[in-house]
């Protein structure tokens, strides 16, 4: 008799490892919002590996009941190259925070967007250092007050998603910790991506950078100044839905109208996951009159770099079959004595 | 004079019986004497002789024509004896400009021949190789002996019917200056024409051209009154052990080794490597070989190629870094993580000469202390040392026998010169290469991932996609009994006993050191690692000749030492370590075993001369 294995529970993908992060963290809500989406996604326990690097969000995967690496500060995008060329069966997340990803391993992330191996990529973005006690960070906004930065910030921020399309990655996302209704179909949707799907979450460090988000997370605010995206869909938003997205009049610029007499719905944009150019535009809205994007901003998938080595390292085997070592070592110039 | 037919030796010249002969061919950058010198190297091969190459070339790709920095040469030294070193001295310097007359010059013995290429030796080229008069009409070159051809007149001439314009004309000058030197040596020239009929098989009137300039090179020397200059001299081949030789260079012969090893545990390779001079050979030898389960990844950087092949290992593979001493310096942070998590890795160091950037394409042996010690905290992994090219297939096994059976990174030393020079070798039966099978674990029963076996002190390798052995490892330290993350205090000083006991223990499992020269009985013991193999075992075998009561030990194992090296030690008056260093494993050596041990070391980018070490045994034991 066979037996179907049950369903698995968001529970189920818990460690039996205390959580170690502050009380009232967004970590403990993506964390919560991975578990629950984790049994949606088909995929094994033993096949999962959550790959991070060095920061507060990088302890992740010794709460997630999966296989885990917890590697050094930056690199973790390099070590799950390698994880996932070694064994493309495994379904690769990795987790870093904006100063893993963003400061100390913007290389990594670069590459391994270019190259597009197939995993997932989470920057859990708090635009500040946690771990090491409260440091500005390459996304804090200019005049920043930290502990290094008495004075205030003096540098522009980086942004994840706009680095991201630079350095050709086909799939980029946003989300919010709170949003659990959003975060797990972000997550979903990632997943289901074959390439490298990167995700940054907006989330709150109660400690170091409580309420930096508030101008658009919060529940007073949020509809007016969130615009979450739907592909093929008009790209419209507000508490009442009467606000949308056009092209300005005489330039590459997105502004916002309110619908009514002058404008309607069918004057509003659609958003298109495939379209470069919006995207790159939805990337860069930041002006208090513009609302932030979430959702799925691009999405375009090509071949994935895993395939692609695995293509050729077939394409030696056919070419060269049962080529052996031996024959190698006993190729050229060989004489006898 | 054109000649297509081939010439047969002549037989009718006496010829001048060597024991062994050292040449360099010397040139600009684009003189193509590197592919002269292996052309060379193979056809003595042929001819039976032992021999030795260094080949020795500029930093920059295409240096100014005619500059002695942009001078790229390749020696060899061949004979019927054993030969061990590329040779301290020329007896034959071919110069195919100023500039390489320029530079070579004091390398040559007393006597020594010198073949010159008058063509080059413009008043512009002169100058430019920094003489203040032309060489050729003043007394600095005295007391060698002069071969002056217009080597580039006779090439222009010897091709012109292959209608080549005059730069690819003047092209062919190497291969008549080979043709010249295969005919002083008797050497056969049909594996080079072979050679060149199939490289220019696309362009057969270059191919031609080549071919008659080897040719008349080799015609000259026939009909050329030449003699009192120059004669043939016969170089009778070497007594070896039978079976099938092959030459090999030290890139090669790590490529294979690793494969090979790979093979005899039954992992795939994951090579994540950075291109960096002289290691890249590695990289671009195993990229051809995807078809041997070879995975090469070329990274964005130093950090990201090791991180790459810590992950490939984590996931089950046999993980592979390659870099030299610079880059090797990025990889810290992440050989400490290795080690941490014990997890399988070999870092090949190509060694250069250094700090910083260096002397990129010259040899050192500098960076011993970087493997022993070079990390942050108590970080103890396997220091393994490579002597000669062919060796560096037999310990590129070993290095992987190690990793796996007691899941640590290992460190590969080699260097510039073993990378790039080349031995006869014979090829071994791979049959005979002992198994040592891996199996990654899969019973879910009672485990933990830091659960060790008894004997090796290995951890247990759960690899990701094992249904029940989910767990999750990082660089934080981690419980003795469970795995997890552990900050208490005793645990820590339980760990790292345990990564050090690992290491230590390791001694159990190696050969005994043995001597290569003599015994304990002797006064006075030359101890070494590495390239300088060559020279210090010359060096000893001659002193012992002349009487000395000298001993040669040579280490393949740095850490650990074998478990009897300490007592090797104390039982001599004398111990001398030749380093290409300022003094590392003399320092190593003492700490460990407190013995009066005293550095030879030099740092000139270049290998010991066998005198330098004869005469340090000398002095020592006067002393």
Sequence with gaps: ?337 | MVVNEPIKQNDVLPSEHLDSVVIRFAGDSGDGMQLTGGQFTNASAVAGNDLSTFPDFPAEIRAPVGTTFGVSSFQIHFGQKKILTAGDELDVLVAMNPAALMVEKSSLKKGGLIILDTGSFSDRNIKRAGFDTNPLNDTSLEGFRLLKIDISGLTMECVKEFGLGKKDSLRCKNLWTLGLVYWMYGRSRKETTDWLEKKFMKVPNIASANVAALNAGHAFGETAEISGDISKYNVPAAKVDPGTYRNISGAEAIAWGLIVGAQKCNLKIFFGSYPITPASPLLHILSNLKSLSVTTFQAEDEIAAICSAIGASYAGSLGITSSSGPGIALKGEAIGLAISTELPLIIVNSQRAGPSTGLPTKTEQSDLFQAVYGRNADAPLVVLATKSPGDCFRVSIEAVRLAVKFMTPVMLLTDGYLSNSTEPWQIPDLDKIKEFPVNHISNPEGFHPFFRDKETLARNWAIPGTPGLEHRIGGIEKSYDSGHISYDADNHQKMTDARIGKIKGISEFIPLQEFEEGDEKDELVVIGWGSTFGPINRAVFNSRNKGYSVAQIHLTYISPFPKNLGDILRSFKYILVPEMNAGQLVSILRAEYLVPAIGLNKVEGKPFKISEIEEAIKARMKG
């Excluded at chain 1, 060095?54 to 009941?65: D, E, L, T, V, W």
């Excluded at chain 1, 979450?228 to 008009?234: M, R, V, Y």
């Design chain 1, 1 to 337: 008799m066979n037996v179907q294995p049950e369903k698995l529970k968001a529970n189920d993908f818990a460690s039996d490892q205390e959580v170690r992060w502050c009380p009232g963290c967004g970590d403990y809500a993506i964390l919560k919002a991975l578990q629950r989406t984790m049994p949606d996604l088909g995929v094994k326990k033993e096949e999962v590996v959550f790959v991070s690097g060095i920061g507060c969000a990088a302890r992740f995967p010794y709460y997630m009941s999966t296989f885990g690496f917890h590697t050094i500060h930056g690199r973790a995008p390099a070590f799950a190259t390698g994880i996932k060329i070694a064994n493309p069966d495994l379904d690769v997340w990795v987790v870093g925070g904006d100063g893993d990803m963003l400061s100390i391993g913007g290389n990594h992330l670069i590459h391994v967007l270019r190259r597009n191996v197939n995993l997932q990529l989470l920057i859990f973005n708090n635009e500040i250092y946690g771990l090491t006690k409260g440091q500005y960070s390459p996304t804090s906004r200019i005049g920043t007050r930290s502990p290094s930065t008495p004075s205030g910030s003096l540098e522009s921020p980086i942004s994840a998603v706009q680095l991201a399309l630079g350095a050709g990655a086909r799939f980029i996302a946003r989300s919010l910790d709170t949003d659990q209704k959003h975060l797990p179909m972000v997550f979903s949707r990632a997943h289901k991506h074959t390439g490298t799907s990167l995700v940054e979450i907006f989330q709150n460090c109660i400690v170091y950078n409580d309420g930096v988000f508030d101008g658009f997370t919060a529940k007073d605010v949020s509809a007016e100044k969130q615009i979450k995206l739907e592909d093929g869909k008009p790209l419209i938003y507000g508490k009442d839905r009467n606000k949308g997205l056009i092209i300005k009049k005489n330039s590459l610029e997105l502004t916002s109208v309110e619908l009514g007499e002058k404008y309607t719905e069918s004057d509003l944009l659609v958003h298109n996951e495939k379209d470069r150019t919006l995207a790159n535009l939805l990337a860069s809205m930041d002006s208090p009159d513009l609302p932030v994007a979430v959702g799925v901003i691009y999405c375009d998938p090509i071949e994935t770099y895993d395939q692609l080595i695995s293509d050729q390292e077939k394409q030696a085997n056919e070419d060269k079959p049962n080529l052996k070592i031996n024959d190698i070592i006993n190729s050229g110039y060989t004489w006898k004595v």
